[in-house]
């Protein structure tokens, strides 16, 4: 009998693979995901009903736990703004790692007493409890930041970095304190510290950072699911942790590589807090305005359109009107681009899951190296919502909290139209010097209503 549940595991497992196939493309994305939910849906089912010793298998309780967590997640999802969509993976990636955290509390009081001469059990224990700890504080830090309840300034300690490196050796050494010594004040005292841990580790890390903090924090919740898995001998949830362990830190890794950040900084807290560097002082300067007349202008006579999209596109919901635009462009025979920064928006792939929304081929999706390839034939760019990832202080100002950013290097175009609300800096608290560059002229409004208005007017010039 055990054979076929065995079997039933088998096909989940083959189906997340397959799932995670299809997220690597756009055009898969979609039936790669029903896939990895058929196969989640497989595991879950095999794993109610396979036979264990103890007759008492509280189906009522997991049923009905199960069917108030599904409404809840669907209603969730349903409703969420593409806007919101980082604070949603935060909240779901924090409730994994929660009940990793659970899940190794209920063991240790089940072995308590012979919880030292369990050897690896006991380890496996204790290092589920941390990780799923510093997934759960940590990914609700996230969320609140990212949500604008929490900011910076109100978390962020002096020394910080330090702090991180005292909490973390103290966390460790708590941990194996309490494996020798198992009583329910030590593991209370060990939850704390890795609960308190995982919210100083994130509480530094802000700007263009916070993409690769939720995809380390996704990396942990993949880890504790795995440990987790161990403890009860359970292989779907093994093999499914450790996908998403590895797929997260792949994924991390390839950030870090990009933003010129090394990976023992995010662990330690030291990527840069919002507003934690000084920028260019550019008091006293002027901006160049347009209008959208003009905008129009000059994308009509262009030969090659460059749109590099960012956060503010995502809260102006304009990847509508910028649609509109690349393809009235594209049928004048003006060819047009769009220049993706690893880590714009607020998660990983934010930009690639809003221009997706409204049907714009992958294949015009020029990552970094290739948009600023393109940049110095590029007649006309359109920085839409895009701020901190194309600021020039990344490269020429050592006082900067961006300095050492790879950033896409707008300025080199032939002209930039940066659209924004107003002159405010972006999400890292930085001004940005490249407003005031000869070759860039600011838009002023809601970037939705302003491309409206662009495409407007050239339709009136056509």
Same mark, same amino acid.
């Given at each position: 009998?055990?054979?076929?549940?065995?079997?039933?595991?088998?096909?989940?497992?083959?189906?997340?693979?397959?799932?995670?196939?299809?997220?690597?493309?756009?055009?898969?994305?979609?039936?790669?995901?029903?896939?990895?939910?058929?196969?989640?849906?497989?595991?879950?089912?095999?794993?109610?009903?396979?036979?264990?010793?103890?007759?008492?298998?509280?189906?009522?309780?997991?049923?009905?736990?199960?069917?108030?967590?599904?409404?809840?997640?669907?209603?969730?999802?349903?409703?969420?703004?593409?806007?919101?969509?980082?604070?949603?993976?935060?909240?779901?990636?924090?409730l994994g790692g929660g009940s990793a955290m659970m899940l190794a509390l209920i063991e240790f009081l089940k072995i308590k007493s012979t919880f030292s001469a369990n050897g690896l059990l006991g380890?496996?224990?204790?290092?589920?409890?941390?990780?799923?700890?510093?997934?759960?504080?940590?990914?609700?830090?996230?969320?609140?930041?990212?949500?604008?309840?929490?900011?910076?300034?109100?978390?962020?300690?002096?020394?910080?970095?330090?702090?991180?490196?005292?909490?973390?050796?103290?966390?460790?050494?708590?941990?194996?304190?309490?494996?020798?010594?198992?009583?329910?004040?030590?593991?209370?005292?060990?939850?704390?510290?890795?609960?308190?841990?995982?919210?100083?580790?994130?509480?530094?890390?802000?700007?263009?950072?916070?993409?690769?903090?939720? =995809? !380390? &924090? /996704?990396? $942990?919740? %993949?880890?504790?699911? @795995? #440990?987790? *898995?161990?403890?009860?001998?359970?292989?779907?949830?093994?093999?499914?942790?450790?996908?998403?362990?590895?797929?997260?830190?792949?994924?991390?890794?390839?950030?870090?590589?990009?933003?010129?950040? =090394? !990976? &023992? /900084?995010? $662990?330690? %807290?030291?990527?840069? @807090? #919002?507003? *934690?560097?000084?920028?260019?002082?550019?008091?006293?300067?002027?901006?160049?305005?347009?209008?959208?007349?003009?905008?129009?202008?000059?994308?009509?006579?262009?030969?090659?359109?460059?749109?590099?999209?960012?956060?503010?596109?995502?809260?102006?919901?304009?990847?509508?009107?910028?649609?509109?635009?690349?393809?009235?462009?594209?049928?004048?025979?003006?060819?047009?681009?769009?220049?993706?920064?690893?880590?714009?928006?607020?998660?990983?792939?934010?930009?690639?899951?809003?221009?997706?929304?409204?049907?714009?081929?992958?294949?015009?999706?020029?990552?970094?190296?290739?948009?600023?390839?393109?940049?110095?034939?590029?007649?006309?760019?359109?920085?839409?919502?895009?701020?901190?990832?194309?600021?020039?202080?990344?490269?020429?100002?050592?006082?900067?909290?961006?300095?050492?950013?790879?950033?896409?290097?707008?300025?080199?175009?032939?002209?930039?139209?940066?659209?924004?609300?107003?002159?405010?800096?972006?999400?890292?608290?930085?001004?940005?010097?490249?407003?005031?560059?000869?070759?860039?002229?600011?838009?002023?409004?809601?970037?939705?209503?302003?491309?409206?208005?662009?495409?407007?007017?050239?339709?009136?010039?056509?």
């Amino acid at each position: 009998m055990e054979i076929y549940f065995q079997l039933a595991y088998l096909i989940g497992a083959i189906l997340f693979i397959l799932g995670l196939r299809g997220l690597s493309d756009p055009k898969t994305a979609r039936r790669g995901n029903i896939l990895a939910a058929i196969g989640m849906g497989i595991a879950v089912i095999a794993s109610l009903f396979y036979p264990i010793d103890n007759p008492n298998n509280n189906y009522m309780w997991i049923v009905g736990s199960i069917l108030i967590g599904s409404v809840i997640g669907w209603i969730s999802a349903a409703r969420v703004q593409m806007t919101a969509m980082p604070q949603l993976v935060s909240i779901f990636n924090g409730l994994g790692g929660g009940s990793a955290m659970m899940l190794a509390l209920i063991e240790f009081l089940k072995i308590k007493s012979t919880f030292s001469a369990n050897g690896l059990l006991g380890v496996i224990i204790l290092f589920t409890l941390l990780v799923g700890s510093i997934s759960f504080s940590g990914s609700i830090l996230a969320y609140l930041k990212l949500d604008g309840r929490v900011k910076d300034k109100h978390v962020v300690l002096p020394q910080h970095q330090i702090i991180n490196i005292v909490l973390m050796v103290g966390t460790f050494a708590m941990l194996i304190y309490t494996f020798f010594n198992p009583t329910s004040l030590n593991i209370g005292l060990s939850l704390a510290l890795s609960l308190i841990y995982g919210w100083s580790f994130v509480a530094p890390i802000g700007g263009a950072d916070m993409p690769v903090v939720i =995809s !380390l &924090l /996704n990396s $942990i919740t %993949g880890i504790s699911a @795995a #440990t987790a *898995g161990f403890l009860y001998d359970n292989q779907i949830m093994i093999l499914g942790g450790i996908l998403v362990g590895a797929a997260g830190t792949i994924l991390t890794v390839l950030m870090c590589d990009a933003m010129n950040r =090394s !990976l &023992l /900084n995010v $662990i330690i %807290g030291g990527f840069t @807090a #919002t507003g *934690g560097g000084a920028a260019t002082d550019d008091s006293g300067k002027t901006v160049t305005s347009v209008n959208p007349m003009d905008a129009a202008i000059l994308l009509n006579y262009a030969e090659k359109v460059m749109m590099v999209p960012g956060y503010g596109m995502a809260v102006a919901q304009a990847q509508k009107q910028a649609k509109e635009i690349d393809e009235f462009l594209t049928k004048q025979g003006i060819e047009v681009i769009y220049g993706i920064h690893p880590v714009a928006g607020r998660m990983p792939g934010h930009m690639n899951v809003l221009l997706a929304e409204v049907d714009i081929s992958y294949d015009k999706l020029l990552d970094l190296d290739d948009s600023n390839s393109n940049i110095s034939d590029t007649d006309v760019v359109l920085v839409v919502g895009a701020n901190d990832v194309v600021n020039p202080s990344a490269e020429d100002d050592k006082s900067s909290s961006l300095y050492g950013m790879p950033v896409i290097k707008v300025w080199d175009a032939r002209q930039t139209i940066v659209f924004k609300r107003s002159m405010n800096p972006g999400y890292a608290g930085v001004q940005n010097p490249l407003f005031f560059k000869e070759k860039t002229k600011m838009l002023f409004g809601d970037a939705a209503d302003s491309l409206k208005k662009i495409m407007e007017e050239l339709k009136s010039l056509n």
